[in-house]
């Protein structure tokens, strides 16, 4: 199977501690990277992680707090200095095109390729982008901002041919796309060969949805059935509750009944707090609600 990988660059809240770095995280599919969120000091963990700055085609951005986007200016400047000349597609809150604008304007008046905005409707569930391997679609998520997930869809691929008996009824090449599309195979006997004898089924398209910052929506579930990854924003545990209510953010517990009613694959825990030393504390109380629940930490890289 084709990779599809999320490397985590950061995993943090909004206030800065020696343990996590900030929302940021790559999204690596079929050989093309995907910038989710990018706070603060993201280009340093790019470099940390070895990921070629220059695979980087767009950025999709959930929200406009820092935690999320202070690290984009800095990491944009810097592909101008590395000699980037391809283009590069920011989507985000519309609020973003002003202020990033003037940024670019004042601190990278030369840059050598274009930064392309898009902006977001937060409020709608609809596909943004789309290529021939993948659709990225926004999730409406609530938060004290506007502010959307972002989900990634792999597209059906077609069934594998079985070359033992492509070679049997010696088929030629040239009709191997016929067939991995369906097609049966008639040999010059008249005989008909059906196509389930020459093909094995498609890999099942995998799926990987993003959902930070966000208070509990107990009706989330409905966009992310069935999505093989999930990760869900628990900056709290249920001590801190009515902090989560609060601010609009969720806790851990919270995010395992969105996986658990979605029936996702996996459920990918970050944003934590600051006030957690140990983040097990969080992953103990999803796994109570949903078994298949791991903790994010920098660095780390995991299989959608
Ligand atoms: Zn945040
Ligand atoms: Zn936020």
């Known amino acids: 199977m084709e990779p599809f990988r999320v490397h985590i660059l950061g995993c943090g809240s909004a206030l800065p501690t020696l343990k996590h770095f900030p929302s940021a995280q790559v999204v690596e599919v079929r050989g093309k990277l995907f910038l989710v969120d990018c706070g603060e000091g993201t280009q340093i963990q790019l470099r940390r992680s070895r990921l070629r700055f220059t695979k980087i085609s767009a950025v999709f951005v959930t929200h406009l707090h820092g935690d999320h986007c202070f690290g984009l200016i800095g990491m944009l400047s810097t592909f101008g200095l590395l000699g980037r000349t391809a283009k590069l597609t920011v ?11 003037r940024q670019i304007d004042f601190f990278c008046r030369d840059l050598d390729y274009e930064v392309e905005f898009k902006a977001v409707d937060t409020t709608k569930q609809q596909v943004i982008y789309e290529d021939r391997s993948l659709t990225v679609e926004t999730i ?3 938060h004290r901002v506007h502010c959307c997930g972002y989900l990634f869809r792999e597209k059906p ?3 594998h041919i079985r070359r033992d008996m492509t070679d049997f009824y010696e088929i ?3 009709q191997f796309n016929n067939i991995k599309a369906g097609a049966d195979w008639t040999t010059p006997d008249g005989e008909v060969i ?5 093909t094995e089924p498609a890999d099942t398209p995998r799926s990987y949805a993003y959902c930070s910052d966000t208070r509990y929506i107990p009706t989330l579930y409905e966009r992310l059935k069935g999505v093989s990854t999930l990760y869900h924003e628990s900056t709290y545990g249920e001590d801190n509750l009515q902090m989560a209510e609060k ?3 969720s806790t851990a517990r919270q995010a ?3 996986a658990r009613e979605a029936g996702v694959g996996q459920l990918l825990l970050g944003h934590y707090s600051s006030r957690y030393e140990r983040e097990e504390v969080l992953l103990n109380e999803a796994r109570e609600v949903f078994e298949n629940t791991r903790l994010t930490n920098e660095m780390d890289v995991f299989d959608v």
Request: charged share 10%.
């Open 91 to 101: 989507y985000a809150p519309a609020e973003l095109a002003d202020i990033l604008q």
């Open 140 to 142: 409406p998520l609530q």
């Open 157 to 159: 691929s077609l069934a």
């Open 172 to 174: 030629p090449i040239s």
């Open 194 to 198: 059906p196509n389930s004898k020459l």
């Open 247 to 249: 601010y609009n953010h």
């Open 256 to 258: 395992a009944l969105v």
